[in-house]
């Protein structure tokens, strides 16, 4: 069982940053950030899976938003910076203990979440 605790969310303006961070207890395969505004689906964001540190994110974000973690792969950041409104949303982070899926973006992907951390960027 893997515990995932998310803080970090905020209020900021376009144009600004925010970091997010999850604690996780257990041991994990990979880790990720989602992200669900009101009435879409649940989006993936960015993830790392710990067998050679493989790092993904969603087009969107690349170049602006950067996943790492703590040394003993049990704390997940999220550097957020040039926030758009677009990026207004529910932010959660994830847990997969699926050894055989190679880039875990999916949300079948991943067994355990956290209760979620609003994000909003106004315009």
């Known amino acids: 069982q893997v515990q995932l605790v998310e803080s970090g969310g905020g209020l900021v303006q376009a144009g600004g940053s925010l970091r997010l961070s999850c604690a996780a207890s257990g041991r994990t395969i990979a880790m990720g950030w989602f992200r669900q505004a009101p009435g879409k689906e649940r989006e993936f964001v960015a993830a790392?899976?710990?067998?050679?540190?493989?790092?993904f994110y969603v087009d969107s974000v690349k170049g602006r938003f950067t996943i790492s973690s703590g040394s003993a792969q049990n704390t997940l950041y999220l550097q957020m910076n040039s926030l758009k409104p677009e990026d207004t949303a529910k932010y959660f982070c994830?847990?997969?203990?699926?050894?055989?899926?190679?880039?875990?973006?999916?949300?079948?992907?991943?067994?355990?979440w956290g209760q979620g951390t609003q994000v909003t960027v106004s315009s």
């Open positions: 994830a847990a997969s203990v699926q050894p055989y899926i190679n880039l875990p973006s999916r949300t079948s992907d991943y067994n355990y």
């Open positions: 790392i899976r710990w067998s050679g540190y493989r790092i």
